[in-house]
């Protein structure tokens, strides 16, 4: 008899689910337009034999055309300021940028939905400051930009370029940071 049962218990069939399971789709709900962080910047420079006091501000501007990711998110662009100044306070050099001035260095995804993102001071090379410059999609700044180097000599003259030596890693570091 125990045998009968045993063998009862080894042929039931599990009740098997056709039911599938998943979470409900819940579009993402559209905030107000957002902005990236005030951020300023500010470092002396051993330039030419002097010390120069080099600063870099940023500033999410709601005057800008405001751009959008795919799901219709608006975002603002910013405005950076890149100001060199003497020992004394005198003023080498002060220009305020914006995307427009990157506009023939970047493809037209990124005039029509990019942001000026960053501004850095990296180093003094050739006689000349030289910066990093990124201008990236909103939604995916550390993953999707265009990378540029703009140089500034002595007599404030601008030199912009594509910058296929960035290193990708330290940009990414350094927005993390807040730099």
């Not at 559209?30 to 951020?39: E, H, N, S």
Request: hydrophobic content about 40%; aromatic content about 8%.
């Amino acid at each position: 008899m125990a045998f009968g049962i045993m063998m009862l218990s080894a042929c039931k069939e599990k009740k098997q689910s056709d039911d599938i399971i998943t979470t409900k789709y819940v579009p993402k709900q559209l905030q107000d337009p957002i902005g990236m962080p005030a951020d300023n910047q500010s470092q002396a420079v051993e330039w030419e034999g002097a010390t120069y006091q080099v600063s870099v501000s940023r500033v999410a501007a709601d005057s800008l055309p405001m751009v959008k990711d795919e799901a219709g998110q608006k975002y603002k662009d910013n405005r950076i300021t890149v100001s060199v100044n003497r020992k004394d306070g005198s003023s080498l050099f002060k220009r305020t940028f914006t995307k427009s001035a990157f506009a023939q260095y970047v493809d037209e995804v990124f005039r029509k939905n990019g942001i000026l993102a960053s501004i850095r001071f990296d180093e003094v090379d050739d006689g000349k400051l030289e910066f990093s410059v990124v201008v990236a999609l909103p939604d995916a700044v550390d993953d999707v930009f265009i990378p540029l180097e703009m140089t500034v000599d002595r007599n404030g003259i601008i030199n912009i370029r594509e910058d296929d030596d960035m290193d990708m890693l330290d940009y990414v570091e350094a927005e993390d940071e807040g730099v």
